[in-house]
């Protein structure tokens, strides 16, 4: 069997993605902590106004630079044709979905009516159309956020994913005089 190009292209794709997380949660990070490089940011103000959304968005940047890791060594790992590429995938796969769907519970529950009421009684326009663009257009956001997770996913637990990487490790065992690996 020869390997399927979903193969090549998600293992390239998590690694530009995993990369680039590594690059940028951090930074969002930092935003947590130095707020007046954003300026007026009325998001951000409620975020740091609720001890809960604080810790939740710091936390969930911290656990994400640890899945943007993972998600950069499983493609590595899907490059080499390896199954702990495929079963980090599926983890930051699964992992990514849970978060997503965590986070905009959280969002609707702490962070949209404070912002609107923020944004209300502020009397601005600008912030009155920005805080509902942030609220009504956040199911967007989640759907491109999971878009990708999803279609990990899909190509992972496809049999024939399995029987590529299965095929590469019996086929690398037996060149290098071992047994192959057990599944």
């Not at 702990?84 to 609707?108: E, K, P």
Request: overall charge positive; charged content about 10%.
């Amino acid at each position: 069997m020869e390997r399927p190009t979903s193969m090549t292209v998600l293992g390239i794709l998590n690694i530009v993605y995993g990369a680039m997380f590594l690059v940028c949660t951090p930074i969002g990070l930092v935003l947590f902590f130095f707020p007046q490089l954003l300026g007026n940011n009325p998001t951000l103000e409620v975020i740091l106004a609720s001890r809960f959304l604080l810790i939740w968005n710091i936390t969930l940047g911290l656990l994400g630079i640890l899945a943007s890791a993972a998600l950069l060594a499983a493609g590595m790992g899907l490059l080499k044709m390896r199954r702990w590429g495929r079963t980090l995938s599926i983890g930051f796969a699964i992992y990514t979905l849970v978060m997503a769907a965590l986070n905009f519970v959280f969002c609707i529950l702490f962070l949209f009516g404070p912002l609107l009421d923020k944004a209300n009684q502020s009397g601005d326009a600008v912030q009155i159309a920005m805080a509902k663009f942030n609220a009504y257009t956040s199911p967007v956001g989640v759907a491109l956020v999971v878009a990708y997770p999803i279609v990990l996913l899909i190509f992972m637990l496809r049999p024939r994913t399995l029987a590529a990487i299965q095929e590469a490790e019996s086929e690398a065992a037996a060149s290098a005089g071992n047994p192959p690996p057990t599944p």
